[in-house]
């Protein structure tokens, strides 16, 4: 039987800045993930968050794009919505770009990453969730993951995964997907997959086909949709591991490494991604460091198993691994990295080129900045 795992993730309103939703809007969201368990559009559900982002991940039999699970999304985030304005909370409804839902929450605000597949006997998932990021931050760290044998030692040791992987890649300016087969054409994907601005990786699959695909990233530009400012696009990856794909530590330690993503205050900045546990992803400094959460779960069945024994759905307590110390020390670097960019303050590159900024209003400041010194500069 084969099965669908989405998450499908919105910000509609936090508390007192972009930095967290309030308790009322996750239970409103529950409520709603409750009723569908019942009418059997979904089997299981968990609701979590990251930043001002709440995660819907949710199990069904529907595959991608289904309709009804992605209106029972969209109906989530529009009960969390009415909590956050009812509260007075801020930017309430933030993601929601449309009035009425129409078939597909893609191109309507809220992210989505999802993946039909056949459990293993034992299907081990880990969710990373980032906030104050685009879908771009997880370039490096998969690549590292799918592509790297200095991080996976799998490649190497493991025939199962020793032939390597499929990656698609998404060209944002263009929409096409191109496909890369790692590890023989590495150069050419890493001739592209280098620009954190233009490309982004979508989907992950191993070469053996009875395993399939092996991970899946929302991919949604909220600018792009809306064509000005209205929001970090704050992505979701998630993967399956363990048996034929990364070990759960393999998938893990490329976060020891904070790299450099866009983003951060105001989606215009460079900043290091910070790994943390959903207590902590809370994004104080300077809104941010941009945060990355990383839970893992099993599937049986139609159940998504969590740490305790037989939770109901909706209940489910993922493993939350960088709560840990170990991820301490990588917390640690990012902070320094952080503070070490604030001091180059508005300067470029902590600050990003205007054309990669996701505030498109610094071009009213700079036409307003020119309009008084009469200068007439044809290509604004
Ligand atoms: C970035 C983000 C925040 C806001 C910033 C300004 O993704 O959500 O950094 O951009 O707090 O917010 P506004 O424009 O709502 O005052
Ligand atoms: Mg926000
Ligand atoms: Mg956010």
């Given at each position: 039987?084969?099965v669908t795992?989405?998450?499908?993730?919105?910000d509609v309103?936090?508390?007192?800045?972009?930095?967290?939703?309030?308790?009322?809007?996750?239970?409103?969201a529950?409520?709603?993930?409750?009723?569908?368990?019942e009418?059997?559009v979904?089997h299981d559900f968990?609701v979590s968050?990251v930043?001002?982002d709440?995660?819907?991940?949710?199990?069904?039999?529907?595959?991608?794009?289904?309709k009804e699970?992605?209106?029972?999304?969209?109906?989530?985030?529009?009960?969390?919505t009415?909590?956050a304005q009812s509260?007075g909370?801020?930017?309430?409804?933030?993601?929601?770009?449309?009035?009425a839902f129409?078939?597909n929450?893609k191109?309507?605000?809220p992210?989505?990453?999802?993946m039909?597949?056949e459990?293993?006997?034992?299907?081990?998932?880990?969710?990373?969730?980032?906030?104050?990021?685009?879908p771009?931050?997880?370039?490096?760290?998969?690549?590292?993951i799918?592509?790297d044998?200095?991080?996976t030692?799998?490649?190497?040791?493991?025939?199962?995964?020793?032939?390597?992987?499929?990656?698609?890649?998404?060209?944002q300016k263009?929409?096409?997907?191109?496909?890369f087969?790692?590890?023989?054409?590495?150069?050419?994907y890493?001739a592209?997959?280098?620009?954190?601005?233009r490309?982004?990786?979508?989907?992950?699959?191993?070469?053996d086909?009875?395993?399939?695909?092996a991970?899946?990233?929302?991919?949604?530009?909220?600018?792009k949709?809306a064509g000005?400012?209205?929001?970090?696009?704050?992505?979701?990856?998630?993967a399956r591991a363990?048996?034929?794909f990364p070990?759960?530590?393999?998938l893990?330690?490329?976060?020891?490494?904070?790299?450099?993503?866009p983003?951060?205050?105001?989606?215009?900045?460079?900043?290091?991604?910070?790994?943390?546990?959903?207590?902590?992803a809370?994004?104080?400094?300077?809104?941010?460091?941009?945060?990355i959460?990383?839970l893992g779960f099993?599937?049986?069945?139609?159940?998504?198993?969590?740490?305790e024994?037989?939770?109901?759905p909706?209940?489910?307590?993922?493993?939350?691994?960088?709560r840990?110390?170990?991820f301490?020390?990588?917390?640690?670097?990012?902070?320094?990295i952080?503070?070490?960019?604030?001091q180059?303050?508005?300067?470029?590159?902590?600050?990003l080129?205007?054309e990669e900024m996701?505030?498109?209003?610094?071009?009213?400041?700079?036409k307003?900045?020119?309009?008084?010194?009469?200068v007439?500069?044809k290509?604004?």
């Amino acid at each position: 039987m084969a099965v669908t795992l989405s998450d499908i993730k919105g910000d509609v309103g936090s508390i007192a800045g972009h930095v967290k939703p309030h308790i009322n809007q996750i239970k409103a969201a529950e409520r709603v993930l409750k009723g569908a368990t019942e009418k059997k559009v979904i089997h299981d559900f968990f609701v979590s968050r990251v930043g001002d982002d709440i995660h819907m991940v949710m199990l069904h039999e529907n595959g991608e794009d289904a309709k009804e699970v992605h209106e029972t999304a969209w109906n989530a985030l529009k009960a969390a919505t009415e909590e956050a304005q009812s509260l007075g909370l801020y930017a309430a409804g933030q993601d929601l770009l449309k009035d009425a839902f129409s078939g597909n929450v893609k191109g309507m605000g809220p992210g989505v990453a999802e993946m039909e597949f056949e459990p293993r006997k034992a299907e081990p998932i880990v969710l990373f969730m980032a906030d104050k990021t685009s879908p771009s931050a997880f370039n490096i760290p998969l690549s590292k993951i799918y592509a790297d044998p200095f991080t996976t030692s799998g490649l190497v040791i493991d025939p199962r995964l020793h032939d390597g992987f499929m990656i698609q890649v998404l060209d944002q300016k263009m929409g096409d997907v191109l496909e890369f087969s790692l590890p023989e054409e590495l150069h050419d994907y890493l001739a592209i997959i280098g620009d954190l601005v233009r490309f982004s990786i979508k989907k992950v699959f191993s070469k053996d086909k009875k395993l399939g695909i092996a991970a899946s990233v929302s991919t949604e530009k909220l600018s792009k949709i809306a064509g000005k400012y209205v929001g970090k696009d704050d992505p979701v990856a998630m993967a399956r591991a363990q048996s034929g794909f990364p070990a759960v530590g393999e998938l893990l330690q490329p976060f020891m490494t904070p790299y450099l993503v866009p983003g951060w205050m105001r989606g215009s900045h460079v900043g290091p991604l910070y790994p943390c546990s959903v207590d902590e992803a809370n994004p104080t400094y300077f809104d941010g460091p941009p945060r990355i959460v990383a839970l893992g779960f099993m599937i049986k069945g139609n159940r998504l198993i969590g740490e305790e024994s037989d939770p109901q759905p909706g209940s489910h307590k993922p493993v939350d691994y960088f709560r840990g110390e170990e991820f301490g020390y990588a917390r640690n670097i990012a902070m320094n990295i952080a503070t070490y960019m604030r001091q180059h303050g508005p300067f470029m590159f902590e600050r990003l080129p205007e054309e990669e900024m996701e505030y498109t209003t610094l071009n009213e400041v700079l036409k307003k900045i020119f309009e008084k010194r009469n200068v007439k500069n044809k290509n604004r």
